[in-house]
Structures are given as structure tokens and as C-alpha cells.
């Protein structure tokens, strides 16, 4: 007892220490991260980093970076080499945990810093296949010079400010989940471009699809699920001359597959309808000052850190500005002193699952073409953060990898049975996606535009340009799939030669226009040409209600201005409601809820933030299409067009009847009225009074920490209006990520922008979300674009001078 007396307190100290030294579980370290010298405490008070002069190793000649008002860097450096390291080393400096965050996150790493919490997440991804085709990706960017030094300069920019990283100036991310930085590398860019790849082309609706059929059969299929919409208003104009040859596209005997009697279940993620853009030039006919003006605004998912990073690039042969993706070099959205461009995502059908039949449960070789063929057997291993490795098999078709369905394994050493090799165009490997904006940031004319798009890859994008030689020009561009009509609207049979996709369009016969005669190009997202383009794209695009205002607006503009531009960026008509209202409001006249009736009834269409129309228009839309889609379709529900055709040309269809209310026959009358009121009573039950039903309020827009669970790094409830299928498509996580409008001026452009958040991605930053207000409010700031590194600009932050370390 009397030793114990004496050797209590230095084990208990020895226990303190080892306690507060070593990180529990998925909690850092306690006494690194409280500690008032080094840890948590620091990120609260830390500036930015504006030293005049810094000393780099890896730097050939001095640098100039002039940071303007809005702490947007203008960097001037005397070679491209140069240009790119300070844009490594500048983004790193304020954004490493987030790009760092992104890489893990396309690899399946993120178990090594939050744990097993994230097992499900990482293994999904790993089998997707995002890691393996980056390590391709890679080592054919190697065979591209210009691509691989830029590649390899940025890289060694972020390395050099890793290297000068104390625990004291981590982000306090790291310091919160208690993990250090890695090395960049140029796979780790590639990763990033994966991860773009995977928001914007990385889902099916296949599986879903192939049990409609199989429970309905192809005439529903035809008319709930048709492949073009009735109210659709294409990107490249209906009439457009397709001023080539095509390929022949040989369709087998038989294109539907063969239908189990057990549904499927190995759904692959849901396309997002969230997740769009809009992007538009108007030729000079139609603007004030007789040069073309281009807009876009990317819809993304709505996040803190941004998604994009604001900068300005100059170097001999080079002087761009625009939005960067932090981890990439290069501008992606921008414009130099001759030309403008912009990007929306296409949605082509460029993912298609096959069912694969193994020859036994080693699953090492499967049916195809008459013969067993090897599969390829890969072996995965997950590091968990507390030292746990879990090991995960993978198999590889020549079709490409075997994928899951992920959320119904809840056992984390349980086999499914393979059975669908997921095609996907994310995993090609030709061409350059980097290289296309590298040469889109010095193209100076149409024909460099077009020089530039030809070596792109994926996600397929639609490239808007304008220059100042009174060009304008849209172009659907990636590698799109040679497929049969509908071919990957339904399972494909994996053993089918016949099945291949038959080579790629060329490039040259990728949809696009030039210059039309209606004097502007447009999209958002919706059908990429009308149905005489001889090459099948996909049947699902975005609808077209967001297109159609759009191309309304541009049609009747006249002696446009920036400023006309931008607030067609913030429409906020509601088409749906103009197509819908007339048919629906005669139903509830008689609505003993007679002031919702009214609301609505003078409601002028538009989805502002205070109204309390729209509230009860976009919740009553909603629930109007879960009482007439539901029974029959839970897991898949006709587009918004077709639902919109139901209900006005088509009300005795039998949908509107409730199969699962076997005494009741449902109608027309029934469905909408008591939808109605199901409206009302869910928002009295969430929202109490109808004056506190503002559209804003019930949306809920919010932009959070790329962690969900850091509450206090996010924003939310932010005061704006818009939807889903408005021009202004903001929703409660997903909105504009950059709006940017410029005029092409033949002596220098003029040009706008912003985005929801700030240049910083420390929380503790007034750079960290300072654009959100003026974002929700529609504005834009003037963007700073520099002739040269002595030019002298209003209320600039500081000046900084990059040297070569001897």
C-alpha cells in the first residue's frame, strides 16, 4: 500500500500525458489540439498570409502577385512553369484541407481520418473504379508535355507550401479530425478531375428502369418514360443542318434485355436533378455595345470551402481570369482578353451496366462471346483510422468493374453476388480534359476554341464561346458513346458482343452551332438537339422549363448589357406553375381553404424569396406527384414533363388511381384536391401560421461545411428565391456555384462575377463566406483583369513578391 501511495501520482501523470498525446478514437489528440500555443485556439486568430517578399525553392524567376479587395490573386510570373507553382503554392495557402479532402474522398480513403463511419462511402467509391483509372490517367498525361509540366509545377507549388506547414498553421480541419497533409502529386489533381467526373456523370437510372419494364412492360415504358419531351427546346436549335456523314450504328435482333422475375436491387446512385447549369452568348445583333456578351452559372452542390477559387494568370502567351478548381492548374471558367467561355453539364447516357453470368462462385471467369473469360481480381485493403484493415475483393469484366448496391450490405465482410459490370466513360483515358483549358485560357479566336474542345475527354460538357470578333458558339463536347437507339436504357446482356458500345462520335459531329441565326446559343441542361441528329445521346435530360425561359427571354432581347444578363442569371418565373395553375386551380376553388386559394390565385408566378405562393406551389408540386406516382413507381417517377401532360391533357389516366386502395378508384378530382390539403396540413404541422411560410424560410437554402457534422463552419436559412426548375435554380443544397457575365470588347473585356462563399477556406476568415449575402441578392462584383503586372487598381490588399531560394 505504501508503494501504491508514492507511484499513484506519476502513473496518473504518465496516464495524463499518454491521454492528451495520442488521439481516441475519432477524436484528435486533446492536448496538441487545446493547446493555446499550437492548437485550435491559433485558427481563430490567424490573417492572412500577405508577407511582401517570400523565398521558394522550385521558383525560376520573380514572381509578382497583386492581391485586389476581394483577396483574388492576379499573379504575373516570367514563364508558365513559374505561373503554375505560385498557383499551386497561392490555392494550397488557403485551400489544402479542401483539396486534400476531395482526393480522399474520389480515392476511398476516407475511413484513414474519420473511421469506419465512412467504410460503406469509401468502398462504393473504390469499386466505381476512380482510383485505378486516375493511376491510367496519369501515366498517359506523362505523353503530353504541356499537360505534364503543368501537372508537375502546380504540384510542386503545394509542396512547397506543405513544407513550411507547423501543427501550429494546420487547418483546423486537420487539427479536428488529427491528420496531417500528403505530398501532392499529379495524381492527386487527376483525382480531383475523377471527383468532378463522378458529380456530374457518375449515376444511372438502368436498374430502376429495367424493373419498370419488367413489371409494365415497353408500351408504359413509351408513354411515362418517353425518350424525347413534348415541351422541349433543344440546346443546338431545332432545324439545325448536320453538315455530315454518320457512322452506321448496327442494331442487334433483340434490344431489350431478358427480364428476371426478382426485381433488381443493385442500384447504382440516382441522377441528382439538382445538379445543373445554365450558360448562354448573345451575338453582337442583340447587345448595347455590338460584341457578343457570354454568361454562365454552374449549379453545383452548394459547399464552405467554395468550390471554385477566383484568379488571374499571366505569363508570356497567357493572361487569363476566372474560377479554378483547387487542386487543378489552369482557369476552368473564364475569359482573356479575346474570348469567353463557359461550361454546363451535358447528362448524355455514358454509364451502362451489364449482366454478367460467372461460371461458379469464385466468380474468376465469366460468359461472353460463346467462351469463359478471365475475370480480374483485385484485392482492396481500407485502412481505418484507429489501425483496423478491412479487405474488400473487386472484380474487373472487360466491360469494367463489378458495383454493388452498397446500401443494402450492412455486413462489412459480406460477398454479394456479382452480377452487373458497370461501362463508364469516366474511366477513358484518352486526350487531355486539362490540356482543353489550358488552351482555352490562351485561345484568342474560334478556331483555337475548337482546337481546344477536340482533345476532351469527360465529364461531356457544354462549352459556350464568345470572342471579340463577333463569334458566338455552343458545342455538346466530350467522348459520347456510339450506341444503338436506346441502347443502356434498360440492362445490357454482358455475354453480347452485340452490346459494345461501337466506338465513339467524332468529335467533329459532336452537336454544335455557330453563330445561328437567332443571334444567341444557350443550355441548361436539357436535350442537346432534336430528334433528326442521327447519333443516340441518351432519353433523360434535364427538363426543359429552365431552357425554355431562358430562350424566351434571349429571343426578346434587345441592346443587352451585362447587367440585362445578369438578372436573366436571377429569373425567377416559375413555367411549371404557369402550365399547371390553370388546370389545378379549378379543382380547390371550392377549398375550404379558401386564403390559400386566394395566394395562389394572385400569385404572379414568381418564386421570390418572401413569397408564401410559391411555398404552397412548389410543396403542393411535390406532394401532387407522390399521390399519383408512388403506388405504382416508388423507386423511379416520370419526368416532370409527362406528369405535366397527365394532368392537362390526360386527366381520366388511370394513374390517378391508387392501386394500393383496393375500395377505392381513385380520379383526377381526388388526386389534386386531396394533395392539397395533405400541402396544407404538412406545412401548418412544420411551419404553424401560413405568414410564416416564405418560400425562403421553407426552402431553407444552406451552404455547409464539405463536413457535415461542423455545423458551426456552415450557413444556413440564407434569404433567397429561385427552385429546382427555375433559371435562378437554387434549392436547399444545391444553387449557382459561379456567376460570371463578361463583354467582349475589341481593346479589353469587361466582367463580373461571383460565388457563394469567400476566397479563404479558413472558417475563422472574413474571405471565408463574405460573397453569400451578395450572392442571394443577385449582385456581382466588377472582376479586376489586369493588362499588366504595373498597373495600378483601386483598393488593392498588398503586393507580393515571389523569389527563387538560392
Known amino acids: 500500500m505504501k508503494l501504491l501511495k508514492y507511484i499513484w501520482s506519476p502513473l496518473l501523470a504518465i496516464g495524463l500525458i499518454y491521454l492528451f498525446d495520442h488521439p481516441l478514437g475519432s477524436a484528435p489528440a486533446l492536448g496538441k489540439f487545446f493547446s493555446p500555443f499550437h492548437g485550435f485556439l491559433q485558427n481563430t486568430t490567424q490573417e492572412?498570409?500577405?508577407?511582401?517578399?517570400?523565398?521558394?525553392?522550385?521558383?525560376?524567376?520573380?514572381?509578382?502577385?497583386?492581391?485586389?479587395?476581394?483577396?483574388?490573386?492576379?499573379?504575373?510570373?516570367?514563364?508558365?512553369?513559374?505561373?503554375?507553382?505560385?498557383?499551386?503554392?497561392?490555392?494550397?495557402?488557403?485551400?489544402?484541407?479542401?483539396?486534400?479532402?476531395?482526393?480522399?474522398?474520389?480515392?476511398?480513403?476516407?475511413?484513414?481520418?474519420?473511421?469506419?463511419?465512412?467504410?460503406?462511402?469509401?468502398?462504393?467509391?473504390?469499386?466505381?473504379?476512380?482510383?485505378?483509372?486516375?493511376?491510367?490517367?496519369?501515366?498517359?498525361?506523362?505523353?503530353?508535355?504541356?499537360?505534364?509540366?503543368?501537372?508537375?509545377?502546380?504540384?510542386?507549388?503545394?509542396n512547397a507550401y506543405i513544407s513550411q506547414l507547423s501543427y501550429k498553421k494546420l487547418?483546423?480541419?486537420?487539427?479536428?479530425?488529427?491528420?496531417?497533409?500528403?505530398?501532392?502529386?499529379?495524381?492527386?489533381?487527376?483525382?480531383?478531375?475523377?471527383?468532378?467526373?463522378?458529380?456530374?456523370?457518375?449515376?444511372?437510372?438502368?436498374?430502376?428502369?429495367?424493373?419498370?419494364?419488367?413489371?409494365?412492360?415497353?408500351?408504359?415504358?413509351?408513354?411515362?418514360?418517353?425518350?424525347?419531351?413534348?415541351?422541349?427546346?433543344?440546346?443546338?436549335?431545332?432545324?439545325?443542318?448536320?453538315?455530315?456523314?454518320?457512322?452506321?450504328?448496327k442494331s442487334p435482333e433483340e434490344t431489350l434485355p431478358p427480364l428476371d422475375k426478382e426485381l433488381l436491387s443493385e442500384y447504382i446512385e440516382k441522377p441528382n436533378p439538382g445538379i445543373g447549369s445554365n450558360n448562354w452568348a448573345i451575338g453582337g445583333s442583340k447587345s448595347a455595345t455590338g460584341l457578343p456578351i457570354l454568361a454562365n452559372d454552374p449549379h453545383l452542390g452548394l459547399s464552405l470551402p467554395s468550390i471554385w477559387f477566383q484568379m488571374q494568370l499571366s505569363a508570356p502567351g497567357v493572361n487569363v481570369y476566372g474560377v479554378a478548381l483547387p487542386g487543378c492548374p489552369g482557369i476552368t471558367i473564364g475569359f482573356n482578353k479575346d474570348i469567353a467561355w463557359g461550361v454546363t453539364n451535358v447528362g448524355s447516357d455514358v454509364m451502362d451496366f451489364y449482366k454478367i453470368k460467372f461460371k461458379d462462385d469464385t466468380k474468376k471467369e465469366y460468359w461472353y462471346d460463346g467462351q469463359w473469360k478471365p475475370s480480374t481480381i483485385y484485392i482492396e485493403e481500407f485502412k481505418m483510422k484507429s489501425g483496423k484493415v478491412i479487405k474488400d475483393t473487386l472484380i474487373y469484366t472487360h466491360h469494367g468493374p463489378i458495383v454493388y448496391n452498397e446500401q443494402k450490405e450492412t455486413n462489412f465482410n459480406k460477398s454479394t453476388p456479382a452480377g452487373h459490370a458497370m461501362k463508364w466513360i469516366a474511366h477513358n483515358t484518352v486526350g487531355s480534359d486539362l490540356l482543353t483549358f489550358l488552351k482555352l485560357n490562351k485561345a484568342k479566336n474560334y478556331e483555337d476554341y475548337r482546337e481546344a474542345l477536340a482533345i476532351y475527354s469527360a465529364p461531356a460538357q457544354n462549352f459556350v464561346f464568345a470572342s471579340n470578333s463577333n463569334d458566338i458558339a455552343i458545342t455538346v463536347n466530350g467522348r459520347l458513346p456510339l450506341k444503338w437507339k436506346n441502347q443502356?436504357?434498360?440492362?445490357?446482356?454482358?455475354?453480347?458482343?452485340?452490346?459494345?458500345?461501337?466506338?465513339?462520335?467524332?468529335?467533329?459531329?459532336?452537336?454544335?452551332?455557330?453563330?445561328?441565326?437567332?443571334?444567341?446559343?444557350?443550355?441548361?441542361?436539357?436535350?442537346?438537339?432534336?430528334?433528326?441528329?442521327?447519333?443516340?445521346?441518351?432519353?433523360?435530360?434535364?427538363?426543359?422549363?429552365?431552357?425554355?425561359?431562358?430562350?424566351?427571354?434571349?429571343d426578346r432581347m434587345k441592346n443587352a448589357t451585362a447587367d440585362s444578363l445578369r438578372m436573366l442569371q436571377n429569373d425567377n418565373y416559375n413555367l411549371v406553375a404557369e402550365r399547371l395553375l390553370p388546370v389545378l386551380l379549378p379543382v380547390i376553388e371550392k377549398s375550404k381553404h379558401k386564403e390559400a386559394v386566394e395566394v395562389l390565385k394572385e400569385w404572379d408566378r414568381n418564386n421570390e424569396a418572401n413569397s408564401i405562393a410559391t411555398t404552397i406551389f412548389e410543396t403542393w408540386s411535390r406532394t401532387l406527384s407522390d399521390w399519383i406516382w408512388e403506388d405504382e413507381f416508388p423507386d423511379m417517377y416520370p419526368n416532370p414533363d409527362r406528369t405535366a401532360l397527365l394532368l392537362t391533357k390526360e386527366q381520366n389516366a388511370k394513374w390517378f388511381d391508387n392501386v394500393l386502395t383496393a375500395d377505392t378508384v381513385e380520379t383526377f378530382e381526388y388526386i389534386v384536391a386531396g394533395s392539397f390539403q395533405a400541402t396544407l396540413d404538412t406545412?401548418?404541422?412544420?411551419?404553424?401560421?401560413?405568414?410564416n411560410w416564405e418560400w425562403y424560410k421553407v426552402k431553407n437554402t444552406g451552404i455547409n461545411h464539405l463536413v457535415p457534422a461542423f455545423k458551426s463552419f456552415s450557413r444556413s436559412t440564407i434569404k433567397n428565391g429561385g427552385g429546382a426548375q427555375i433559371v435562378n435554380a437554387t434549392t436547399t443544397r444545391t444553387g449557382p456555384s459561379w456567376r460570371m457575365v463578361v463583354e467582349l470588347d475589341k481593346e479589353w473585356p469587361r466582367a463580373y462575377g461571383l460565388y457563394p462563399g469567400g476566397q479563404s477556406g479558413r472558417p475563422s476568415s472574413k474571405y471565408y463566406s463574405n460573397m453569400i449575402d451578395d450572392w442571394a441578392e443577385g449582385r456581382l462584383n466588377r472582376l479586376i483583369f489586369m493588362k499588366s503586372k504595373d498597373e495600378k487598381i483601386d483598393k488593392h490588399l498588398k503586393n507580393i513578391i515571389i523569389n527563387p531560394k538560392n
Open 171 to 249: 487547418p483546423v480541419e486537420y487539427k479536428i479530425l488529427g491528420y496531417q497533409p500528403e505530398e501532392w502529386t499529379p495524381y492527386k489533381t487527376v483525382l480531383m478531375l475523377m471527383n468532378m467526373r463522378q458529380t456530374l456523370n457518375g449515376q444511372s437510372d438502368d436498374f430502376r428502369l429495367t424493373n419498370v419494364l419488367a413489371q409494365y412492360g415497353i408500351d408504359t415504358i413509351k408513354d411515362l418514360f418517353p425518350d424525347y419531351a413534348s415541351n422541349e427546346s433543344p440546346i443546338i436549335p431545332a432545324g439545325t443542318p448536320w453538315k455530315f456523314t454518320p457512322i452506321e450504328v
Open 48 to 158: 492572412e498570409d500577405l508577407s511582401e517578399e517570400i523565398f521558394l525553392e522550385g521558383v525560376k524567376e520573380p514572381v509578382k502577385v497583386v492581391y485586389d479587395q476581394n483577396y483574388v490573386p492576379h499573379v504575373f510570373a516570367e514563364n508558365e512553369d513559374d505561373l503554375y507553382y505560385t498557383q499551386g503554392y497561392l490555392v494550397a495557402r488557403d485551400r489544402l484541407w479542401q483539396m486534400e479532402f476531395y482526393t480522399l474522398v474520389a480515392a476511398g480513403r476516407l475511413t484513414e481520418v474519420v473511421g469506419e463511419t465512412a467504410f460503406e462511402y469509401d468502398r462504393y467509391n473504390r469499386r466505381l473504379g476512380m482510383a485505378r483509372a486516375a493511376q491510367q490517367i496519369v501515366e498517359e498525361q506523362k505523353k503530353i508535355p504541356e499537360a505534364w509540366n503543368a501537372l508537375t509545377s502546380y504540384a510542386a507549388g503545394v
Open 488 to 554: 443502356g436504357k434498360f440492362i445490357l446482356d454482358g455475354s453480347n458482343p452485340e452490346h459494345e458500345w461501337q466506338g465513339y462520335i467524332p468529335f467533329e459531329q459532336n452537336p454544335t452551332v455557330k453563330n445561328p441565326p437567332r443571334g444567341f446559343v444557350s443550355s441548361a441542361n436539357q436535350f442537346s438537339t432534336d430528334p433528326t441528329y442521327p447519333y443516340y445521346l441518351g432519353w433523360k435530360f434535364a427538363p426543359a422549363y429552365r431552357g425554355q425561359r431562358i430562350n424566351q427571354r434571349l
Open 683 to 691: 406545412l401548418t404541422k412544420h411551419h404553424g401560421e401560413m405568414k
